[in-house]
């Protein structure tokens, strides 16, 4: 089974401080696909990033960073200079193909991790 | 660019009464999710379509039926609702072997 855990509920922070949100997951399957999403107080789901699991490589997009280690299932999500918009929920997913290649590409969350930047 | 479209964006329902909530995936997007997302919770998967075949199911009660129709949208029917049904409800469309999922803006429904 898939589990994902994000420890950290809540976290605030001032305005231009970084902030890094902790994400690990558990899964068996050997190929098997990360995603980090933003849920504003408006309530829509935005994707930020999608990672596979043959892919280590970090990634910045603008002051958005991501550490994938999968020697300890955890894809990490850093926040550089945080701004007041930056204020939301932010849920890291996983879902997996299953040996057949078949995508069972229903997406399981962590709990969530409310981010307030304040200014 | 077009966007996954929920319709309605909210609903507010009695218990023991029905609602109909419906999906239009983005175009030429063959996969369909349903989720639902409780209060403080995070969104839970309930069912899925593929070209119009149910391909996979999660926690969903069995109140609860959905169907994606010739045109690629789907419908999610639920009867005798009751007040933990309160929630929103997102669908959310996935072009084939993109293993992404574009997120509609979600249906809030609240059961009184």
């Known amino acids: 089974a898939q589990k994902v855990t994000q420890a950290q509920t809540e976290i605030s922070v001032v305005e231009k401080e970084d902030v890094t949100l902790d994400c690990v997951y558990e899964?068996?399957?050997?190929?098997?696909?990360l995603f980090w999403y933003k849920q504003p107080p408006s309530g829509e789901l935005v994707f930020l990033i999608r990672?596979?699991?043959?892919?280590?490589q970090n990634e910045i997009s603008g002051r958005y960073s991501w550490n994938f280690q999968k020697s300890t299932s955890s894809f990490n999500f850093t926040i550089t200079a945080s701004q007041v918009v930056d204020s939301a929920v932010y849920f890291c997913?996983?879902?997996?193909?299953?040996?057949?290649?078949?995508?069972?590409?229903?997406?399981?969350f962590g709990q969530g991790t409310i981010l307030t930047v304040h200014p | 660019a077009a966007g996954v479209i929920q319709s309605p964006r909210h609903l507010i329902k009695e218990k023991r009464e029905t609602a109909t909530l419906k999906c239009y995936p983005i175009?030429?997007?063959?996969?369909v999710y349903w989720y639902q997302q409780g209060p403080g919770q995070d969104p839970q998967f309930l069912i899925s379509?593929?070209?119009?075949?149910?391909?996979d199911k999660g926690s969903i009660p069995d109140r609860f039926s959905a169907q994606q129709f010739s045109d690629y949208h789907s419908e999610l029917n639920m009867s005798s609702l009751e007040l933990g049904d309160s929630a929103l409800y997102f669908c959310?469309?996935?072009?084939?072997?993109?293993?992404?999922?574009?997120f509609g803006p979600g249906t809030r429904l609240t059961v009184t």
């Open positions: 997913a996983l879902s997996f193909l299953d040996a057949g290649g078949t995508s069972y590409g229903k997406l399981t």
């Open positions: 899964t068996r399957d050997t190929t098997y696909y």
């Open positions: 990672r596979n699991s043959f892919d280590e």
């Open positions: 175009p030429r997007h063959d996969t």
């Open positions: 379509f593929y070209e119009k075949m149910q391909s």
């Open positions: 959310a469309s996935e072009p084939q072997n993109s293993y992404e999922q574009y």
